[in-house]
């Protein structure tokens, strides 16, 4: 075998191999950095990107005394940032955003702009050193951590000299829930104008102040997202939530499987999921777009929960839009905020707070810090913050009854109602016709079967206090079979059923929370009973166990045991005839001595199906052979 040094290379080869891999690193390093890039959230990409080209613009300014380029060190970072950033005037959109009648034209950029600008070129930093490019330890470092330092007291100062607003980004900036609901009533009012954009509004705003969700989250969901499971033993009336799957988001790139799920309210105005139900009547009857084919997956899996113009039915509608209408919205009720799509994840945090949620069953709602368990084992529902949210009680388990749900509508009623639904029902949900499983089809059905019964539910209600809403021309809702059961269900509001551990809970609240420790100390003496008993019942199978064995030694040692009787031949005629023994073969008459009868050395056969036997040795003497049984 020849050794690697008999055909050495030349150097001419060598350079060649040498730069086709230095290629293959640059080659892979730029694919690296692009999925890297990739991955950043839009509105992350969108800030780094500008800030990084103003970096390498300035970096190209300061050549030739400059040699390293545009790579990123802590001693040109905090040279950049005293030169190029700090005490800049703010552009244009920031200026209409920070300016004041005191500051006028000197508004110069503040602590979040700075900071932004350090985080994108570290971000720069770290694809530098991915690439062997930069030799130079983090930028972070103990200079710009004290330029950030002076720039956060700065702001602060700032603040207080120009007279900002001190109620901004506090919990002041928010909204009352008389607010709320003037902004749900306007939306409701708009539907004679323009029903589909005011429904889209409503569900929008509902569904995010019941989810905590975030305004892009709202805005990427389809409608294969939606589904809804039932949840036992929440109350007396049927549970079954709207939820959304939310597999991409600010802070899921990788399609993990999280929630967002909500509750029917007690009150009817602030429903998310009566809102998306008569969202989606409205465009399946009024609107121009066709109900969902499930045979085609590509027919309605990208079809947009929030869509905007009735041909676009897989677009997502864009930020400035969802915006503008969720603004004027709030503004029609006078609520003022500097987080107008972000309002309602604030806003219901605070408000599953005030109705007894504790913090965990927050996060879990919002989808902060959620953990390995929370999303891979639990069902990831946490019940008790959407009820919070929902108006029902956290103290109570089974709180959960929705009044208006009490009266089931007839099912010609509801065959009236997404008339389509009969025709997928069994083939979606049974598998007839050879119909391809699709488990994302089941889920939006089954929402859409429970759709129907809150839409007349729900219906009942608003038509009385929303008459004019183009919702209501529909023929079922002109139906004398609908007005006969409208009349039902305002009769069951008028006079709901009374929740008796609800009640006492809100009338008496004292002897609620005694009762509750009570009821937790007999739970904590029961389960100490049920060990205790537990610990006795061992106890005792152990002394059986015991028992049972030395049972079975005695035994073993009696079977060993050989008993021995002596008898006359008269006695051993009248033993004969006092038990049940086989006849014997007729013997010669002579003199016998006395018998002896003896237990066989050898087991003997089961004492259920053998009866006892005597037998003649060969000396003439009768053994006996006894039962075993003890």
Not at 58 to 81: A, F, I, N, Q
Not at 406 to 427: D, H, M, N, T, Y
Not at 508 to 525: S, Y
Not at 543 to 565: G, M, N, P
């Amino acid at each position: 075998m020849a050794s690697p040094s008999s055909n050495p290379l030349s150097a001419a080869e060598i350079t060649a191999a040498q730069r086709e891999y230095q290629s293959k690193l640059t080659a892979s390093s730029i694919i690296a950095y692009q999925a890297h890039s990739a991955s950043l959230a839009k509105a992350t990409s969108r800030s780094y990107g500008p800030r990084q080209a103003e970096w390498r613009l300035w970096c190209e300014s300061k050549r030739p005394g400059m040699t390293d380029g545009d790579l990123v060190s802590e001693e040109k970072l905090s040279l950049y940032l005293q030169e190029a950033v700090i005490n800049r005037k703010v552009r244009a959109r920031g200026k209409a955003q920070h300016s004041t009648p005191e500051t006028g034209d000197d508004a110069v950029v503040g602590y979040s702009s700075v900071e932004s600008t350090v985080s994108a070129l570290c971000d720069l930093w770290q694809v530098q050193r991915s690439q062997n490019l930069n030799p130079y330890p983090h930028p972070r470092g103990v200079a710009v951590k004290g330029l950030l330092k002076q720039m956060a007291q700065y702001k602060a100062e700032r603040k207080r000299a120009a007279f900002a607003d001190r109620g901004a980004n506090t919990i002041q900036d928010g909204h009352t829930d008389d607010q709320f609901q003037s902004v749900l009533a306007t939306l409701w009012r708009q539907g004679l104008e323009k029903p589909e954009i005011s429904l889209r509004t409503l569900f929008d705003i509902t569904f995010s102040h019941s989810t905590l969700t975030r305004g892009e989250d709202t805005r990427h969901a389809e409608l294969a997202d939606i589904f809804t499971i039932e949840l036992q033993n929440q109350g007396p009336t049927r549970c079954f939530p709207l939820i959304a799957t939310i597999d991409a988001s600010k802070t899921n790139k990788t399609g993990k499987p999280w929630y967002a799920a909500c509750l029917r309210t007690k009150n009817v105005q602030s429903c998310p999921v009566g809102a998306l139900s008569f969202y989606l009547l409205y465009r399946f009857t009024l609107g121009s777009e066709e109900f969902p084919d499930f045979d085609h997956r590509k027919k309605w899996y990208r079809r947009r929960v929030l869509k905007g113009y009735p041909w676009q039915l897989e677009k997502e509608i864009s930020y400035d839009t969802q915006l503008q209408h969720v603004k004027a919205a709030y503004r029609a009720a006078g609520i003022v905020s500097t987080h107008w799509t972000h309002l309602q994840r604030k806003v219901g945090s605070q408000r599953a707070e005030e109705a007894g949620a504790d913090e965990a069953s927050i996060r879990r709602l919002g989808r902060w810090n959620n953990d390995q368990m929370t999303r891979v084992y639990l069902t990831n529902l946490p019940l008790e913050a959407m009820k919070a949210v929902a108006g029902y009680s956290t103290n109570n388990p089974h709180s959960y009854y929705v009044a208006r749900a009490a009266v089931e509508p007839p099912p010609s009623l509801l065959r009236q109602v997404f008339p389509e639904i009969e025709k997928w029902e069994g083939r979606v949900l049974l598998g007839k016709d050879n119909f391809v499983q699709d488990i994302a089809a089941s889920g939006f059905l089954n929402f859409l079967i429970q759709a129907r019964l809150v839409i007349l539910q729900d219906a009942a209600l608003l038509s009385t206090t929303y008459p004019s809403h183009s919702l209501w021309r529909l023929p079922v809702f002109q139906s004398y079979e609908f007005g006969a059961f409208q009349r039902q269900v305002l009769a069951a509001e008028d006079s709901p059923q009374i929740n008796l551990a609800e009640a006492v809970m809100q009338s008496f609240p004292i002897v609620a929370e005694q009762l509750q420790q009570q009821a937790t100390m007999v739970q904590g003496i029961a389960r100490a009973s049920d060990s205790l008993a537990r610990t006795h019942q061992d106890q005792l199978v152990g002394r059986f166990d015991d028992l049972s064995l030395q049972v079975s030694r005695l035994a073993e040692e009696a079977r060993r045991r050989t008993i021995k009787v002596s008898m006359t031949e008269e006695e051993y005629v009248r033993f004969r005839q006092s038990t049940t023994l086989p006849p014997e073969a007729p013997r010669a008459q002579e003199a016998t001595p006395p018998l002896e009868m003896s237990r066989s050395e050898q087991p003997p056969p089961p004492p259920s199906t053998l009866s006892t036997v005597i037998t003649l040795a060969t000396n003439a003497v009768p053994e006996y052979r006894m039962n075993r049984t003890i």
